[in-house]
């Protein structure tokens, strides 16, 4: 009987231990529960060796990269230690399906974090790639706020391309200036325009120089090892995937390390088919993936270079090391940096944008027609005396009770309810041209989209109120990613373009760029239900009115969480 029992529990352990190994094997159907903890506030801090007030997360900036996995939930605790300032964090590139009230767009899906407050985001990464983080408060980004996230695929699965090691790349630009200083001379009569940056930040370290007369004593220290060029070191023979973001205030980069060639895999999150390239041309609010090998002459460090492209400014190259293993990370290049491509050499930044396409195994089918089509002309204008830029002749701003909430609740009195035009004078406005009427309105009306229709967006660039002027723009979408149809130089013949449209292979993208006298065509399905704003990423441009506000499917939005109310007319909803 003893050895009976004996057996029976062998087997038993035995088909335990299987079951076990089985489990193990099989990839969990939910994902997992990423957690972090955050505390925003103002710290000094020397990226480029010049101190000033910078906003840090846990002490850092770039702030922590998200590590997660596909189907992962991100559940972020944020306290807001600025004290005297409010803060949001928008969740770049992140589609927030369900979850709209997270995208953190401060007066569009939520009131701001009060100073002092705790609020906390929770979101799924629904797809693996390159996305960013960063303040959607103000000027707030140009501060530091900002960092990557890096989203994996799951367990088994692998992408359309082979490496050995997987590295971030933050590149930004630097101002000495404050946020509350640009913002005030960009609302002031006369108006006081923001400037060129003072460095290019490569992964939060850049270098000013120092030795300028006109520096205030013991403000720059060139041997501050804050601003000791990022060194990226790697192992002779080895293929790396750089995930590279931008997210720069005003300029366009160009991004090249010296004496290697880079093959683009990956562009917002979505596979592309390879295209190799010396440098990379990249728009605040994009990322994209490329693939180096270290295949160089292992006994030396190489330069990478970020040079500002699309504006004629005097801002020096940021600067890094590519250090092949074991030489010394901070042993110097024995060669001038790369100088870069010509500023305004626009005709190969858009080569390369027309150049990538979706791989082949991972195309995703767009619409073959568009439900509805939206024409936005870029253009710069004067609202009373003050200098504005606007979307068809209308300069956007924000409401104080946020759209989502007003939606959802109601509360149309909050917001205008005239819709913003779908067009412009195409027969007869002059795109190469002063307006001959510079002057616009303001409004904070949005765009209803039907749920689920197709919808097309022509973003039009157009002469700004300074002769032979025409400045690139890089749009963001919030909550979608679209098709990019197509691009084209002057201006967008609505009869005959689309028919010049790419339906076979078109790439996916959230973030895309319209170059000076050019436009622009993308595609997207409003199947997300929520409040989403759609804008130009640079800072100021923003700030001075350059975005719109789309609405579909308010009805389908569940319950909005409290936590995301306490302004405007939202302050009702929190009475006991």
Same mark, same amino acid.
């Given at each position: 009987?003893? *050895?009976?029992?004996?057996?029976?529990?062998?087997?038993?352990?035995?088909?335990?231990?299987?079951?076990?190994?089985?489990?193990?094997?099989?990839?969990?159907?939910?994902?997992?529960?990423?957690?972090?903890?955050?505390?925003?506030?103002?710290?000094?801090?020397?990226?480029?060796?010049?101190?000033? $007030?910078?906003?840090?997360?846990?002490?850092?900036?770039?702030?922590?990269?998200? $590590?997660?996995?596909?189907? @992962?939930?991100?559940?972020?605790?944020?306290? +807001?230690?600025?004290?005297?300032?409010?803060?949001?964090?928008?969740?770049?590139?992140?589609?927030?399906?369900?979850?709209?009230?997270?995208?953190? !767009?401060?007066?569009?899906?939520?009131? &701001?974090?009060?100073?002092?407050?705790?609020?906390?985001?929770?979101?799924?990464?629904?797809?693996?790639?390159?996305? $960013?983080?960063?303040?959607?408060?103000?000027? #707030?980004?140009?501060?530091?706020?900002?960092?990557?996230?890096?989203?994996s695929l799951p367990d088994g699965e692998s992408e359309p391309f082979a490496?050995?090691?997987?590295?971030?790349? $933050?590149?930004?630009?630097?101002?000495?200036?404050?946020?509350?200083?640009?913002?005030?001379?960009? =609302?002031?009569?006369?108006?006081?325009?923001?400037?060129?940056?003072?460095?290019?930040?490569?992964?939060?370290?850049?270098?000013?120089?120092?030795?300028?007369?006109?520096?205030?004593?013991?403000?720059?220290?060139?041997?501050?090892?804050?601003?000791?060029?990022?060194?990226?070191?790697?192992?002779?023979?080895?293929?790396?995937?750089?995930?590279?973001?931008?997210?720069?205030?005003?300029?366009?980069? =160009?991004?090249?390390?010296?004496?290697?060639?880079?093959?683009?895999? *990956?562009? @917002?999150?979505?596979?592309?088919?390879?295209?190799?390239?010396?440098?990379?041309?990249?728009?605040?609010?994009?990322?994209?993936?490329?693939?180096?090998?270290?295949?160089?002459?292992?006994?030396?460090n190489y330069w990478a270079s970020a040079k500002i492209v699309s504006r +004629?400014?005097?801002?020096?190259?940021?600067?890094?090391?590519?250090?092949?293993?074991? +030489?010394?990370?901070?042993?110097?290049?024995?060669?001038?940096?790369? !100088?870069?491509?010509?500023? /305004?050499?626009?005709?190969?930044?858009?080569?390369?944008?027309?150049?990538?396409?979706?791989?082949?195994?991972?195309?995703?089918?767009?619409?073959?027609?568009?439900?509805?089509?939206?024409?936005?002309?870029? !253009?710069?204008?004067?609202?009373?005396?003050?200098?504005?830029?606007?979307?068809?002749?209308?300069?956007?701003?924000?409401?104080?009770?946020?759209?989502?909430?007003?939606?959802?609740?109601?509360?149309?009195?909050?917001?205008? #309810?005239?819709?913003?035009?779908?067009?412009?004078?195409?027969?007869?406005?002059?795109?190469?041209?002063?307006?001959?009427?510079?002057?616009?309105?303001?409004? /904070?009306?949005?765009?209803?989209?039907?749920?689920?229709?197709?919808?097309?967006?022509?973003?039009?660039?157009?002469?700004?109120?300074?002769?032979?002027?025409? *400045?690139?723009?890089?749009?963001?979408?919030?909550?979608?990613?679209?098709?990019?149809?197509?691009?084209?130089?002057?201006?967008?013949?609505?009869?005959? @373009?689309?028919?010049?449209?790419?339906?076979?292979?078109?790439?996916?993208?959230?973030?895309?760029?319209?170059?000076?006298?050019?436009?622009?065509?993308?595609?997207?399905?409003?199947?997300? &239900?929520?409040?989403?704003?759609?804008?130009?990423?640079?800072?100021?441009?923003?700030?001075?009115?350059?975005?719109?506000?789309?609405?579909?499917?308010? @009805?389908?939005?569940?319950?909005?969480?409290?936590?995301?109310?306490?302004?405007?007319?939202?302050?009702?909803?929190?009475?006991?």
């Amino acid at each position: 009987m003893v *050895e009976v029992f004996k057996c029976r529990s062998s087997v038993i352990k035995f088909l335990v231990l299987c079951l076990c190994i089985f489990l193990a094997a099989v990839p969990s159907v939910e994902g997992r529960i990423r957690r972090y903890k955050w505390e925003v506030k103002y710290e000094y801090k020397s990226p480029d060796c010049y101190k000033k $007030l910078s906003i840090t997360i846990n002490g850092r900036t770039p702030g922590p990269t998200i $590590l997660a996995q596909q189907g @992962d939930t991100v559940i972020v605790e944020l306290k +807001n230690s600025l004290l005297t300032e409010n803060v949001a964090i928008h969740w770049h590139g992140i589609r927030q399906i369900g979850t709209p009230w997270f995208d953190g !767009t401060e007066g569009v899906t939520q009131c &701001p974090i009060l100073p002092g407050d705790t609020f906390v985001y929770q979101f799924v990464v629904d797809r693996a790639g390159t996305y $960013l983080y960063h303040a959607h408060y103000g000027m #707030q980004r140009e501060a530091g706020l900002y960092g990557s996230i890096r989203v994996s695929l799951p367990d088994g699965e692998s992408e359309p391309f082979a490496y050995d090691y997987d590295r971030s790349i $933050l590149l930004t630009d630097w101002y000495h200036k404050s946020a509350y200083e640009q913002a005030t001379g960009l =609302s002031s009569i006369p108006f006081v325009w923001v400037g060129e940056p003072q460095s290019i930040l490569i992964q939060g370290r850049g270098r000013f120089d120092c030795s300028l007369p006109t520096i205030e004593s013991g403000l720059c220290n060139a041997t501050n090892p804050e601003c000791s060029p990022y060194v990226l070191t790697v192992v002779p023979g080895k293929t790396y995937r750089l995930r590279i973001g931008s997210l720069t205030a005003l300029s366009a980069l =160009s991004f090249e390390i010296e004496g290697h060639n880079m093959t683009i895999v *990956e562009a @917002d999150g979505h596979n592309v088919e390879p295209v190799v390239v010396k440098n990379l041309f990249i728009y605040s609010g994009e990322t994209y993936s490329v693939l180096i090998t270290a295949d160089q002459d292992p006994r030396r460090n190489y330069w990478a270079s970020a040079k500002i492209v699309s504006r +004629n400014g005097n801002t020096s190259n940021g600067l890094a090391i590519f250090n092949y293993y074991p +030489n010394n990370p901070r042993r110097p290049p024995p060669t001038v940096p790369p !100088t870069g491509p010509t500023w /305004n050499d626009s005709a190969s930044r858009l080569a390369q944008s027309q150049a990538i396409n979706a791989h082949a195994g991972y195309v995703v089918p767009a619409p073959r027609t568009s439900d509805r089509v939206i024409v936005l002309l870029n !253009t710069q204008n004067r609202i009373n005396g003050y200098v504005r830029w606007s979307v068809n002749n209308v300069s956007f701003h924000l409401p104080h009770t946020p759209y989502l909430i007003a939606l959802k609740e109601n509360l149309k009195h909050v917001f205008e #309810q005239t819709p913003p035009p779908n067009g412009y004078d195409f027969a007869n406005y002059d795109i190469y041209n002063i307006a001959k009427n510079v002057n616009a309105t303001s409004s /904070n009306s949005i765009y209803r989209l039907q749920f689920n229709t197709t919808v097309d967006i022509i973003l039009q660039n157009a002469n700004t109120m300074n002769p032979n002027n025409s *400045e690139t723009h890089p749009w963001h979408l919030h909550g979608h990613d679209f098709w990019v149809l197509g691009y084209g130089t002057g201006k967008f013949d609505i009869y005959n @373009d689309p028919k010049k449209y790419n339906l076979v292979n078109p790439i996916m993208k959230n973030t895309v760029a319209v170059q000076p006298y050019s436009w622009t065509a993308l595609r997207f399905r409003a199947d997300n &239900p929520g409040v989403w704003a759609f804008h130009c990423h640079i800072e100021s441009h923003f700030y001075m009115g350059m975005g719109v506000v789309f609405e579909e499917g308010i @009805d389908k939005v569940g319950k909005l969480p409290t936590s995301i109310m306490g302004c405007g007319d939202t302050k009702r909803f929190l009475r006991p």
